[in-house]
């Protein structure tokens, strides 16, 4: 009998730090560690079974907390994201990196990387050394994922504890639980079993190819600042600071359906007509979508949609890369 065999799939991994790179000074220690402290050979090793699924190669891009992410890290990755989609020697790309701003960084990659390719984004929520650190199936499963021919043009994947969620709707909920990411507009779009990827949903929104976003010549992204409301809100003086430093645009997180207290409504209005600042309208409640009034409308301020306010953020940077005109940025919030 003939027996095919099939060539396991070239798989890139990016490293970034995080917590899957996280060493704590006990087994038992699963806060008061250093995040991004091991380098990507270290995580390899902690998994042996990788050889048998693909062809690894890796390349250390930084090494931090993600709470310390930024726009310089980003254009580093996409540009390399976008290099690695060219690469006929490549299959899939495999990113490490902290759970605090995966959801920012991947919705970013979702939207400026140009190509089929699986991009899959994983942490851990135990530091390597912890006891049942859940890193390694992680890793397991996010290359087993960009290896898989079923998740070519689904757009930027986070893969953690076994499900698979689109970038634009993941978001992280628990500060410690392994359990932390869910989808909750959308719902997850497949899971992981013993290495196979089974996916129950498609992505509707555009992303990769579909965007009209590109980064390969662009060095600095537009400075785009958030403020949240809350009772008795004080945060005009957040507004006029972050304008004062530059602030090309604004992400509200608003109450409830996006409502913003009137103290700092009223500057945002003197903001959106006399200094022509861009003013997003999101919501701090973790999910829905946010209606905008004709008014509102008439006053320039845009719907986040129902991305939440960091991912607001991200797109409010990338469309003042392509304009500063409120109605094509809105056009963007309902596309992508
Ligand atoms: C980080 O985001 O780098 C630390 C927390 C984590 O990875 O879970």
């Known amino acids: 009998m ?7 799939p070239n798989i890139m991994i990016l490293a970034t730090g995080g917590t899957i790179a996280g ?5 038992n220690a699963t806060t008061g560690y250093k995040a991004g402290a091991l380098g990507v050979d270290v995580l390899l090793k902690a998994v042996p079974e990788l050889k048998n699924i693909a062809n690894i190669s890796t390349e250390q891009i930084a090494n931090i907390d993600s709470s310390n992410m930024n726009d310089e890290i980003w254009l580093k990755l996409a540009k390399k994201v976008n290099q690695l989609m060219n690469n006929g020697n490549i299959d899939g790309i495999v990113i490490t990196h902290g759970t605090d701003t995966m959801e920012e960084t991947a919705y970013f990659l979702n939207l400026v990387t140009k190509g089929s ?3 899959v984004l994983v942490g851990a929520m135990r530091p390597a050394t912890a006891t049942s650190a859940d890193g390694p199936k992680n890793l397991y499963n996010a290359v087993a994922l960009a ?12 893969a953690m504890n076994d499900k698979i969620y689109a ?6 909920t628990h500060t410690l639980n392994v359990e932390t990411f869910k989808a909750s507009n959308a719902g997850e779009i497949g899971y992981i079993v013993d290495g196979k990827a089974i996916f129950n949903h498609t992505v509707t929104k555009e992303h990769t190819r579909n965007t009209p976003f590109d980064v390969s010549s662009i060095i600095s992204l537009p400075k785009v600042d958030i403020i949240y409301t809350y009772s008795n809100d004080g945060s005009q003086v957040a507004s006029e600071a972050f304008v004062k430093a530059g602030a090309k645009g604004l ?4 109450s409830g359906a996006g409502s913003i207290h009137e103290n700092s409504k009223n500057y945002l209005i003197k903001l959106l007509k006399e200094k022509k ?3 997003v309208k ?4 973790g999910s829905g979508l946010v209606p905008i009034s004709k008014e509102e409308l008439n006053q320039g301020f845009i719907s986040a949609n129902d991305l939440n306010p960091q991912k607001a953020r991200v797109l409010l940077m990338l469309a003042l890369t392509k304009t500063k005109d409120p109605r094509q940025i809105a056009k963007y919030f309902e596309y992508y």
């Open 117 to 119: 390719k699986p991009v």
């Open 2 to 8: 003939l027996t095919v065999l099939s060539a396991k």
């Open 23 to 27: 060493q704590a000074s006990s087994a």
């Open 147 to 158: 290896g898989s021919k079923n998740a070519l043009n689904r757009g930027v994947m986070v």
């Open 277 to 279: 600042i861009l003013v």
């Open 282 to 285: 999101s919501s701090r409640v």
């Open 167 to 172: 970038a634009r709707d993941v978001t992280k």
């Open 251 to 254: 992400v509200v997180a608003g």
